[in-house]
């Protein structure tokens, strides 16, 4: 009946990785708990024998620009990537989700590596990271690889990452150049739980009036966090205005494959308010990378 | 196992870990620091919030292992930590004195989360604040007093002068030396401690932990229940079945139709009825033992809605059919009224169930005594009531049962009926070992009865000027699978149905019906909530017909002194909503001179606001005939206090405030002269239920003729004593003086005991007599009535609501506390707007959809509007100092406010709560593309 049975509180990553492959019994990494410790308890969860806390591991901890990378620990509590000038500098959309995730006691636990592992296709950290870029470093027995942020899904819940084997250590995310920046914004509906019926991430870089690159991410638009790689592509240098927006739009709505989810969001309603929402969001990135 | 090194409030420990432990367990069971409340053990509420090395954080999901080498600070540590001595800090004073204390139990949470706040930031606006305190709920929802306190507190620590009190609190129109003046509630600074007890905050020696098995099928036969791993397991003091039930099989408010437990053969009627109960040595064995237990059963349809249960050949509930209660209201002649009148309209409502969400989740202990007696430890909402019902159970006289209530964290209707109150008495009795029931938020979110879901129909009548001459109304109200208070709640419903208006032809029915959902009882609102949705919508619509203001078209139908209600009641005095409609009304073109006109905001022209008005109105006390009785005793001590008790209930609403006041004002002695005991059901006398908004005007009363019997008998001896004319006698400032003489009541103690007289008055008080619904005449002895404003931001293209100002305006008689009122009236207009907004009990197929917090959403502060109150105060000359209740009508108005509001903005009508944004969005598109 209790939760867990063994706890450890590894200090290296090498040791948590050695941890999980050693446990007497079905074990997981814990960054948070926020998703974990209400699974287990809700019984939506198989029993954990073995508990891996990573917040004791200083790496995971560790916010900081790396070459021309900002690094973003998969243990940083939600509420310190928000509060960080660092990412507030170089990726403005992650501020904006790390702030928007639950209520600030939830958020000085919640993380984003657990945000990721989770693997809902409309997290709010995910969201952001997928349109930044981000690059997961990710740990296993053998060693250590770097994995392009999309492929880190399988499917609703469903992470790439083996949980009883591998651990996300942290995110890389590219440096802001000039004339790039981002924008994360999410519509919610007041009843039922506190997950985002749509949510929008947009990073660009422009060329005086032309959209030089462009990412959107939009959640859930998929089985996974959906880039709208079709509008991107559409959108590419050409000029931004409210013609080439709808054809951006069109191409979105063409590639999306929004779903209804039961007593929260109908498809039909989100496919009538993603374009909205992108605007939001795409007007302002587009503003602030002047 | 490893060791847990931490600093808790500044003290040092070292413990072995335990597998599976939380902070908050840790805290809580092991430091016995129980200020750290829970509520949920979902990350939901933050009734559960420490700081560890200074970030709030929710206890409840983090593991006590990672606590190693961390300094945790409880509320219990933030006395003493900013002076030498345990001094309040600037932030609990600020919450005490600016009445942002009710039930308390969110209470230590919204304190932590503020100094954590405060620590950062000692100068945060409003939107500081609000954003700080997000996941933090408040379900008595003073959100506006909290934040005002806070801002208060970090004044104070800025400048380092005393807490500064509230000023926009206007003291009662009625002029008494205490009452009506704005007190603090004598047991907010307990709360704002930590060292307030509620009923899980207790243990005793020797308890052992139960845990109940629930059926979890929704309609079927119990045809098989083995109880044998359960027992076997180690650490299992006891496995109880309905075999067990050692008297009556049932338990119930009015109708005996629920069964303690349901046994072989039986029927099961609902997911929460409990089949077995175990008690063992800790709360996992007990939750182990329940998983042990297996149960077999002839399942059968489930009736899911009263229109449902009501067809023919529908499978019956219990024995009587599915129909618990027909209601009927006759006044005049349909027929003659629509037709002479000039339009009629006719819609159809629904409101689904809804939850109270109380933070506390419920829990009973039952402790033997050596004697034979029991004690039940329990927080409820009708302490006597539970002694009746476990008594009947147990098979014993009612004395052989002492219920000794606890301190709410909320009750709002929900902790009226049994829940673990007759469970822990059978397994304490067998066991003869002190039993404590905890539910947690699941168990209390399936178990425990709600908010009734209706459907309503209303066929208005009504003349060209807009003068209301006919009403029809037909009512289909789901009360679950068993009665609780249903006959009530829905009669109340089909009674205000026709709203707070005189017309003269009304006509309403009411199937009041039995399903296989959980049941539904009292709610703040009782059923008047649900009917003033519909009728007020129907008033908005009525209005554009007939193409007069929605503000005159209310005036012009409105109840005034010598309207005769749709029960055929006369109101002979205390009517004030044409003067609550005209404040409203005032206040609301002050902000908006075109309040119903959409106004687009200049810079995003899909947010348009406009503003909704309604109005309501609420009995205060059982009537319908039943006797309203309340008893009190007033006592005077050696020392010269007083004391006052009634086994009546506090829930957080603050009747011990009036209470005390009330013996402070008629005993001319300061508030802090008078201590309040109430809801033991051994040492008080009995209030009656707590509910109906009646215990201001029962117990008030009660209180109040006690304390002026008390002074009557001093009044006598000392008359006689010193031979003076007993209109010499005078009572001021805590001195009696006598022609000359002034004594202290401490004095006034010596002389009475001296000549063998015991200064101590028993006074019950019986409210005056009602009439039964169907025989005319006086229904309720006392209305109060409510009007509110609402001002709300539709967006277009998503349909999101936001309501941005409430003006709320209650005649409530007269003011006895102003500081509590204003904590009753910022509370009743948040649980409005959840009830319309956020708010929406699910059950699918009689499953419980919504059984966590996390499904079920109550309102945040960031939801919280402006809110304006303004107090009217029409007395009734029966009620205490004129006053009448205020609990219910606060809460009533505000959803018609908001949903009038969206069809001023948008021009979507709902006919359905809660408000759901994408159908607001949907017929807008649907609109745009058919344009
Ligand atoms: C009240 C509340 C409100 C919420 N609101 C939001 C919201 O608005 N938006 C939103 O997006 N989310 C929200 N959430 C969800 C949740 O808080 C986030 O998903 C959070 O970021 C999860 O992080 P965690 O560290 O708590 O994860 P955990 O619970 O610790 O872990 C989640 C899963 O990931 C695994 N895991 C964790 N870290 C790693 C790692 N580094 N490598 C590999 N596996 C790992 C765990 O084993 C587990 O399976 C909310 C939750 C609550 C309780
Ligand atoms: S958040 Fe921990 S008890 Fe509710
Ligand atoms: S005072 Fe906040 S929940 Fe009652």
Redesign the pocket.
Known sequence: MNLWQEYKSPTSVAEAVQDLASAAGPALPIAGGTDLMLDLRQGNHPPVHTLIDLTFIPEMSALELRGDELYVGAAVPVNQVALDPLVGTHAQALTEAANLIAGPQVRNTATLGGNVAHALPAADGTIALTALDAVAEVAGAAGRRRMPFTSLFLGPGKSAIDKTKEIIVGFYLPIARPHQASCFKRIMRPQGVALPILNCAVWLERDGDLVRDIHIAVGPGGATPFRATEAEAFLRGQSFNDETFAHALDCLLDQAKFRTSARRASADYRRHIVGGLLKDVLDTAWKRAE | MSTINLSVNGKQYSLESIPGETLSTMLRERLRLTGTKIGCEEAECGACTVLVDGQPMMSCVYPAERADGKTIVTIEGLAQRVHEEMKLHPLQDAFVEHGA???????PGQILTAYALLKRNPNPDSADIRFALKDTL???A?YPSIENAILAAAQALRTGEPVQKPTHIPDSIHEHKTVGHSHLRPEAVEKVTGEALYTDDLKFDGMLYAKAKRAMIPHGFLKKLDISKAKALPGVAAVLTAEDIPAEKNHGLVIFDWPVMVGIGERVRYVGDALAIVAAETQEIAEQAVGLIEAEFDLQPVITNPVQARQEGVPQIHEKGNLLKHIKVRKGDMDAGFASADVILEHTFHTPTTDHAF?EPECSIGVPLPDGRMEIYVGSQIPYQDRTQVARVMGWPEERVRVVGQLM??GFGGKEDIMGQIHVAMLANVTQRPVKLLFDRHESLLVHPKRHATQIRVKLGAKKDGRIVAMETELYGDTGAYASLGEKVMTRATTHSAGPYDIEHVRADCYAMYTNNPPAGAFRGFGVTQSAFAVESMMDMLADTVGVDRVELRRMNALHVGSVTNTGQVLNESVGLTECIDRVDAEMRKHTPRPFAPRVDSANPNLVRAWGFASAYKNTGLGGGAPDISGADVELYEDGTFQVRSSAAEL?QGLVTVMRLTVAEEMAVAPEQVRVLVMDTDLAPNGGPTTASRQTFVTGNASRYAAKTLRDQITATMAEKFDVRPEQIRYEDGIVHVNGHSMTYAEIYKEMTAIGQQPKVRYEYEAPKTMPLGEGGDMHFAFSFGVQAAEVEVNKLTGEVRVLKVISANDVGMAVNPLGLQGQIEGGVMMGLGNCLTEEFIVDNGNVVTDHLARYRVPGIMLTPEITSIIVEHPISSGPYGAKGVGEICSIPTTPAITNAIYNAVGVRIFKTPVDQEMIARELWEREETK
């Open positions: 204390v009710q039930c308390g139990f969110c209470i408040c379900r008595c003073g933070i964290g909320g957080g």
